[in-house]
């Protein structure tokens, strides 16, 4: 800790993090577009997003797990007064996060499709 090495790492690790959160934001946006709204950003390892249409996030929930997706919701941290996805990053690469990202995409498309179906 005396050579600088413990700051040196956090400096690293921030930057990365960043970058991570950067990415994530920025592949919401394109891939998602006015679909969503992102509510929180900035802090700690995870967006939060809400749908700006209805879709009912249960059961996008298991439609994802059938994709092998797990999907945190919000209600799952703080309660049912409201509700978002909590979409982390920080165990995930930039390659990891644009092809989940995409996998979400689509699972949220098949979701709404099955939906206006019946």
Do not use: C
Request: hydrophobic share 40%; proline share 1%; net charge positive.
């Amino acid at each position: 800790m005396a050579g600088g090495h413990w700051e040196r790492h956090l400096r690293k690790i921030r930057t990365l993090n960043r970058k991570k959160h950067d990415v994530m934001k920025e592949t919401l946006q394109k891939t998602f577009g006015s679909m969503i709204e992102i509510i929180s950003e900035g802090g700690g390892l995870a967006i939060l997003i809400r749908p700006t249409h209805a879709i009912d996030l249960g059961i996008l929930r298991q439609n994802a797990l059938e994709k092998s997706i797990k999907l945190y919701l919000a209600s799952d941290y703080y309660g049912n007064d409201w509700e978002a996805i909590r979409m982390g990053f920080g165990g995930l690469s930039e390659t990891e996060i644009h092809e989940g990202v995409a996998l979400l995409k689509e699972v949220w498309m098949n979701t709404i499709e099955k939906k206006n179906s019946k």
